[in-house]
């Protein structure tokens, strides 16, 4: 069997697509550009969305206080600040 080997793009003749229909499909899925030529003309294969990366996969855990701190509030400041100092103390 052969390997394809691409320096920018796919660009496979209508027969080849047929036959590695699947494989060049997932390899444009995953970002990289096909190309597709039947009877002299050329069409690109394009994903309706983007690629996601896998972080963007994830869904968001929020850990922090919906309502969030009130950032007014001295004894808030100082227990941070506390807290801040001691941790980079242990550096």
């Not at 997932?26 to 994903?47: C, D, K, M, N, Q």
Request: charged share 35%; proline share 9%; hydrophobic share 35%.
């Amino acid at each position: 069997m052969y390997k394809l080997y691409y320096d920018e793009a796919m660009d496979v003749p209508i027969s080849q697509f047929r036959r590695d229909l699947f494989r060049l499909v997932e390899r444009s899925a995953e970002g990289e550009p096909l190309y597709i030529t039947h009877r002299g003309r050329r069409f690109r294969v394009v994903p309706e969305e983007p690629a996601r990366s896998g972080l963007e996969a994830l869904t968001p855990l929020e850990i922090v206080n919906p309502k969030g701190p009130d950032l007014e509030d001295p004894a808030w400041k100082e227990e941070m600040i506390r807290e801040w100092e001691s941790d980079w103390s242990e550096l």
